[in-house]
């Protein structure tokens, strides 16, 4: 599997972005997908999570503010991050797994590249 991921910038406090990820090869459906983020000098760490039955999970930081969505006939997930803090500033990283979404980044199978977001105050 191999992962594309866009739709990062800057914004302001409260701005709003959404990150794509597609995914190359035939399995997408079956494939949990994921968003996870890493700010400097600190651990990667997961955002959100959609299994293939479209079972969502948020880390508490994010629950409320941002939306993980997926598309199967795209094979494209999409994360909807809006009222966007400071704190919200990372590389995003898109994650593939199959079935499940572990939420420990050492646990993942595929990656796709970083996009930055960065929230200004």
């Known amino acids: 599997v191999q992962l594309q991921a866009s739709g990062g910038g800057s914004v302001q406090t409260e701005g709003s972005l959404r990150l794509s990820c597609t995914a190359s090869?035939?399995?997408?459906?079956?494939?949990?997908m994921g968003w996870f983020r890493q700010a400097p000098g600190k651990e990667r760490e997961f955002v959100s999570g959609?299994?293939?039955?479209?079972?969502?999970l948020y880390a508490d930081s994010v629950k409320g503010r941002f939306t993980i969505s997926r598309d199967n006939a795209k094979n494209t997930v999409y994360l909807q991050m809006n009222s966007l803090k400071p704190e919200d500033t990372a590389v995003y990283y898109c994650?593939?797994?199959?079935?499940?979404?572990?939420?420990?980044?050492?646990?993942?199978?595929?990656w796709g590249q970083g996009t930055l977001v960065t929230v200004s105050s």
């Open positions: 994650a593939a797994n199959p079935i499940t979404m572990p939420t420990m980044w050492r646990q993942i199978n595929y």
């Open positions: 959609i299994t293939w039955r479209y079972g969502t």
């Open positions: 090869g035939r399995t997408f459906s079956s494939y949990a």
